[in-house]
C-alpha cells in the first residue's frame, strides 16, 4: 500500500462538522472518492428536503467534470475538491454572476489560508502568480490553481470547486495549471481551506445581488482591459479586448473593428494580459 505523503493529510472531519455545521444546515457529506462531487450531490439532492445550504466534499474525485466536458482527477489528499448547494436569493437573469461570486469566495479564502493573492479570469478560474514571475502565453504571469463548474437545479444552484494544493508539477494535467504548494505557499490546512471556502461561498452566493460584490468581481478579474481569443461553442472565434461584465454575467469585448459583443459561454484565452501590453507575447 502507498503511504500518503506527510503533507498530504485527511481532512480533519471534527473540526470541518464542528466549524461548518451552522452554516451547512442542509447537511455536511465528507467522502473517501466520488467520480464527480457535482453529480454524486445532485442525486442526493433529489432525495431530500431542503433546509438549507449543502456540502460534499471528497479525498480523491475521479471523474471531475469541467467546463466543456473536460474530466480530470485528483490524487488523493492532494487537491480540495468540494460542491456547494445553494439557493440564490437573486434574479434568475443574473445567475451568470454565481461562478464569478464563486470566484471571488477561493480568492479570498486562499488569502486567508495560504496568503498568495489570487485573481479571476473570466468566467470560472482562479489564478495565482507564478513562483518564478514566468509568462505564458494565454496566461501572462499567472497560472490556474482553481476551477470552477456551477449547475442549476431547479432553484438550486451547485458550485462545484477544485483547488489543486499539494500537487507537483508532473501531477497536474497541463502547463498552465499550478498547484498552491508549488506558487509559493507551502504545506497548506486543506481543513481551514474547506471551511474557509465554504463560509465565503454561502455568504456571497447565498446573498441578495450587491454592487459592492459585483465591484469586487471587477477588481479581482484580470480577463478585463486584456486583449482575449475566444473558441465560441459554434465553432467561432471571438478577438478582443474584454470591456465590462454585462448584468446578467457574460462579458463585453470591443473587436478590432470597433463593434461591441457579448460572450456569455466560450473557451477563452488571454492574448495580452493585462501590464504586458506590448510585450509582444
Known amino acids: 500500500m502507498t503511504r500518503m505523503p506527510a503533507s498530504r493529510r485527511p481532512l480533519d472531519t471534527a473540526r470541518v462538522q464542528e466549524q461548518l455545521a451552522p452554516v451547512m444546515r442542509g447537511g455536511i457529506v465528507l467522502l473517501d472518492t466520488a467520480g464527480s462531487t457535482n453529480t454524486v450531490l445532485r442525486e442526493r439532492l433529489r432525495d431530500q428536503d431542503w433546509t438549507g445550504p449543502v456540502l460534499l466534499s471528497a479525498e480523491h474525485q475521479q471523474a471531475g467534470r469541467g467546463r466543456a466536458g473536460h474530466d480530470w482527477q485528483t490524487p488523493a489528499g492532494?487537491?480540495?475538491?468540494?460542491?456547494?448547494?445553494?439557493?440564490?436569493?437573486?434574479p434568475r437573469d443574473t445567475w451568470g454572476w454565481l461562478p464569478l461570486l464563486t470566484g471571488v469566495a477561493v480568492c479570498r479564502a486562499i488569502e486567508q489560508v495560504a496568503g498568495l493573492a489570487p485573481a479571476l479570469k473570466w468566467?470560472?478560474?482562479?489564478?495565482?502568480?507564478?513562483?518564478?514571475?514566468?509568462?505564458?502565453?494565454?496566461?501572462?504571469?499567472?497560472?490556474?490553481?482553481?476551477?470552477?463548474?456551477?449547475e442549476a437545479v431547479g432553484d438550486l444552484v451547485i458550485a462545484g470547486i477544485g483547488i489543486n494544493v499539494d500537487q507537483s508539477p508532473a501531477e497536474l494535467p497541463v502547463p498552465h495549471a499550478v498547484s498552491l504548494r508549488a506558487a509559493g505557499a507551502g504545506v497548506v490546512d486543506r481543513t481551514a481551506l474547506l471551511i474557509a471556502v465554504a463560509r465565503e461561498v454561502v455568504a456571497l452566493t447565498g446573498a441578495p445581488r450587491s454592487a459592492a460584490t459585483e465591484d469586487e468581481v471587477r477588481?479581482?478579474?484580470?480577463?478585463?482591459?486584456?486583449?482575449?481569443?475566444?473558441?465560441?461553442?459554434?465553432?467561432?472565434?471571438?478577438?478582443?479586448?474584454?470591456e465590462s461584465i454585462d448584468a446578467d454575467g457574460s462579458l463585453r469585448v470591443r473587436g478590432p473593428d470597433g463593434s461591441l459583443r457579448t460572450l456569455s459561454a466560450g473557451d477563452l484565452r488571454h492574448v495580452r494580459?493585462?501590464?504586458e501590453l506590448g510585450s509582444g507575447e
Not at 492532494?78 to 437573486?90: E, G, H, K, Q
Request: with cysteine; glycine share 14%.
Open 78 to 90: 492532494a487537491a480540495l475538491t468540494v460542491s456547494i448547494a445553494v439557493r440564490p436569493p437573486r
Open 123 to 150: 468566467p470560472n478560474d482562479v489564478l495565482v502568480p507564478d513562483a518564478e514571475r514566468r509568462s505564458a502565453p494565454g496566461w501572462g504571469g499567472h497560472r490556474k490553481a482553481v476551477g470552477i463548474l456551477t
Open 219 to 242: 477588481d479581482r478579474c484580470l480577463t478585463l482591459g486584456t486583449d482575449i481569443e475566444a473558441d465560441l461553442p459554434d465553432g467561432g472565434r471571438l478577438t478582443g479586448r474584454a
Open 273 to 275: 494580459p493585462r501590464g
